[in-house]
C-alpha cells in the first residue's frame, strides 16, 4: 500500500509547478478587476479507483492486521454539473458529479500472526451496479499578472465524496478453493472535509488555454458494511468504520476557446489516507467488538472532458 508520504514524492511535482508559477510575479499580481460573469460547466469522464482498508485484532495481545479488504480497479463513468460565478476577482464555484461504478474486483484475506503472517483466509469477488456521488464548494480569489496572460488564485473549500461498492459472487482461494453463490455484500463510503490549495492558468493567443490546481485536503471518514452471508454479523449494518486523516489532489488541463465556449482535455489524481480509525463490529447476538482501524486509503486516476459557456456580466 502506498503512503501519503510516497504518494507526495510521486506527483509533488504538479504542486512545486503550480507555486512556481503562482510566485513567478507576485510584485507585479493585481486582483483581477474584469467584469463579472456566470459560466456553466458540463463535466463528464472515468476514472480508476483503488480503495483498501484493515483493521487490528482485539485482546491482549491482538495481532496488528487481522482482516485486510482491498478494492482494485474500480472503473467509475462520472458525469455532472459545475458553475463560476464570479464578481471583481472572488468567485464562488458549486459542482455536483454523479458516478456509475461499472467494473471492479476485490480481494478479502485474513491473518493469524502479525504483519499478514499465518494466512487463515482469502478470497476474490466482483465489484460493480454501484454508485457514487461527489459535492464540490469552491471560494478562491483571482489574481491576473500585469502584461502576462497568466493569472492565479488562492482557493479554499469543502468536498463530500461517497462510493457505494457493493461486492457480488466470487471465489474462496484458502483454505480451500470454491464458489462463493449468494454472495451481495455493501460497504458505502463518506469522505468529507475542507480544503486549501492554488489554482492557476496560461493562455495562448492562438485561443489554447492550460490550467493546474492543488489541493491539500483535512478529512473526516465514516463507513457502514452489511456482510450478508455473515450470520453472525447483524443486518444491515455489520460493522462501521471512522477516522481522521489528509489527503492531495491535483490536477492539469488544456483547452481551446471557440468565443465564449471552452473545451478542454484535463487529467486528475487523488490519493487520500485515514489513520488509527475506528471499527465498531456488531453481532447478531447484540454485542459490539470495537477495535484499530489501522489505515484507509484511496487513490484514484481520472480523465475528464469538460464543456464550458461562458455569459459575461455589465
Request: hydrophobic share 35%; with cysteine; proline share 2%.
Amino acid at each position: 500500500m502506498r503512503s501519503l508520504g510516497e504518494g507526495l514524492n510521486r506527483y509533488g511535482i504538479a504542486l512545486l509547478l503550480c507555486i512556481y508559477l503562482c510566485l513567478l510575479f507576485p510584485a507585479n499580481s493585481t486582483a483581477n478587476d474584469s467584469n463579472s460573469f456566470f459560466k456553466v460547466n458540463l463535466i463528464t469522464g472515468i476514472s480508476t479507483d483503488n480503495l483498501n482498508w484493515s483493521i487490528a485484532g482485539v485482546g491482549d495481545d491482538p495481532v496488528n492486521i487481522l482482516s485486510e479488504l482491498t478494492f482494485n480497479d474500480i472503473k467509475v463513468y462520472h458525469y455532472g454539473l459545475g458553475a463560476t460565478f464570479s464578481i471583481c476577482g472572488f468567485f464562488i464555484q458549486p459542482e455536483i458529479i454523479k458516478g456509475y461504478i461499472y467494473k471492479g474486483w476485490a480481494t478479502d484475506s485474513d491473518y493469524s500472526m502479525d504483519n499478514r503472517k499465518s494466512l487463515t483466509f482469502k478470497s476474490e469477488m466482483d465489484v460493480k451496479d454501484n454508485d457514487a456521488k461527489y459535492i464540490n464548494l469552491t471560494f478562491g480569489y483571482n489574481y491576473k499578472v500585469e502584461g502576462k496572460n497568466f493569472s492565479f488564485a488562492p482557493v479554499v473549500g469543502y468536498s463530500k465524496r461517497k462510493q457505494e461498492l457493493i461486492i457480488t459472487g466470487g471465489n474462496v482461494l484458502f483454505p480451500e478453493k470454491r464458489p462463493i453463490y449468494g454472495l451481495n455484500s455493501k460497504y458505502a463510503t463518506d469522505w468529507q472535509g475542507f480544503f486549501a490549495g492554488i489554482r492557476s492558468q496560461y493562455l495562448f493567443q492562438s485561443a489554447v488555454n492550460i490550467n493546474a490546481f492543488f489541493h491539500f485536503h483535512y478529512l473526516e471518514y465514516a463507513a457502514v458494511a452489511d456482510w450478508n452471508l455473515r450470520e453472525d454479523f447483524s443486518h444491515p449494518v455489520s460493522f462501521r468504520h471512522s477516522g481522521y486523516g489528509k489527503g492531495m489532489e491535483w490536477g492539469v488541463g488544456i483547452g481551446y476557446s471557440i468565443g465564449n465556449l471552452n473545451l478542454e482535455l484535463g487529467y486528475k489524481y487523488k490519493f487520500f489516507k485515514i489513520n488509527n480509525g475506528r471499527d465498531e463490529l456488531y453481532f447478531s447476538t447484540g454485542e459490539t467488538v470495537r477495535s484499530n482501524l489501522n489505515e484507509v486509503e484511496w487513490q484514484s486516476d481520472s480523465f475528464t472532458f469538460k464543456i464550458s459557456y461562458t455569459f459575461e456580466g455589465a
